[in-house]
């Protein structure tokens, strides 16, 4: 009982480890996302929550735009 009890537990074991993917050995940079720091963003226009279009010029305070996009979690 003892010796198929081992049998089974060893067998699970090298069955989990034969089961495991190697790691990539690709050691690329994924391209970048987005704009760079300090890289103006494209001119945009969208209505805000009280129906009024907003824009690049009409966000841009005295020292610049920062945007946020946030994914709200009741999409």
């Known amino acids: 009982m003892k010796i198929s ?10 069955g989990f480890v034969a089961g495991q993917e190697t790691p990539s050995t690709d050691r690329t940079v994924p391209a970048s996302i987005g704009l760079e720091i300090g890289q103006h963003a494209p001119p945009f226009g969208l209505s805000d ?8 010029a009409t966000l841009q305070g005295s020292k610049g735009t920062i945007l946020v996009f946030f994914r709200s979690a009741d999409w």
Do not use: D, I, T
């Open 49 to 56: 929550q009280f129906g009024h279009e907003q824009s690049n």
């Open 5 to 14: 009890l081992s049998m089974l537990f060893l067998a699970g074991v090298f």
